[in-house]
């Protein structure tokens, strides 16, 4: 019995023992593999150049076209008033809504008969008054000769001189009456004050009408204007033509050529016209000022079936600027977020560069002398790009190649990517 005890005891420590022999051994064999494993070889990976579409710089003369939103009004708006009642007995073709008159034209006519009667009763009374003028006259004539018969002088009295005053003053309150009766009359048509177009028309054949009814909104048509916002920016690069005290309404200069645009349906037409005046004060809630364009005969037909700027339409402008002389004009994609540019050097390698930007629109923006005539701009949008890269440049067909690299293979294209 105690031989069989102590082999179970000896049973009980191998199995305790033989499972850390096992993990010792374990380690120690790793640690062995660990310590004689061979040393790996790190390579860089290959420089790959991109290849990027890119423009020689040149120097030009840049016109700076200034663009402006507005409406189109009419130079001159009226409202037709008759200046005497009565009943509306003519009304004119052209006397409807969009209809065209000439200067003078009888738009509509008030009956006539009533002022027709006025007239002649004051023809009468003046017939009357000259009557009782010249026999006054030939009463006063008759008493002087009494008088020089006599051998005296007549007296201012005798010679009916208050007479005569009183037919005179008489005769001319007639013939005032009779001035007024021929214009009561005349105003019996409606003429019209300038050439225009019916905006709004508010009476017909058949209506009475008293002073003081609006008969109809008008509107000249010789030219229209629109009026134009400027930006203090904006105002920079365009000439105006201003007024200045003790000059009248003379302006300094004739004021610049603006392009007028207009969407009808899907074709854009345009006009042209000029800045006549600038208004007198900044609007203080935009800070802009509103400078006003005139295009002459608007109405007129228009080359390739061009229709009418119409009164109330929402047109653009492009004013034409100052003339920026000696400028650098680069795409406007080629501006990076925070004013700034990549070129290409002799090397190929992109450099960035920070430039101040003259003037910018949604196509081209015009820089200053931090370019120089004959570098070359990089004008490909790239997602990521670092100053130092090489790259392969395509310049006006002709290829630049980048730095050495003999590892690099085929050139992939840039992805093009949105910048601003």
Partial sequence: SFRKSGIFMIRNKLKILLPIAVVVVAILAGRAIISSKPEAQRMAPPVVPLSVDATRLVKTDYQVMVTADGTVRPRTTSTLIPQVPGRVIQVSPSFREGGFFERGDVLLRIEPRDFELALASAEAQVAQASAAMEQELALAEVVKGDWESLG???PDLGLRKPQIAAARAALLSAQAQLERAR??????KIRAPYAGRVLEQNVDIGQFVSVGTML???YAIDYVEIRLPLSNRQLEYVQLPERYRNEGNVTNQEGPAVTIEAVVGRTTYSWEGRIVRAEGSIDTQSRQLYVVAQVDDPYSRGPEGRPPLRIGQFVQARIHGKVLEGVIV?????LREGGEVLLVDEEGILRRRLVSVLWSDADQVVVDD????GEILAVTSLSVSA?????????????LNAGSNPGAGPTPRAAPAVTN
Avoid: W
Wanted: cysteine-free; glycine content about 6%; aromatic content about 0%.
């Fill in 216 to 218: 109809a909104k008008i």
């Fill in 183 to 188: 214009t009561d009359l005349d105003r019996t």
């Fill in 370 to 373: 931090s370019l120089s005539e």
């Fill in 330 to 334: 680069i795409p406007r994609p080629a």
């Fill in 387 to 399: 100053s130092g890269s090489p790259v392969v440049a395509t310049v006006d067909g002709e290829v």
């Fill in 152 to 154: 005296k002088k007549a």
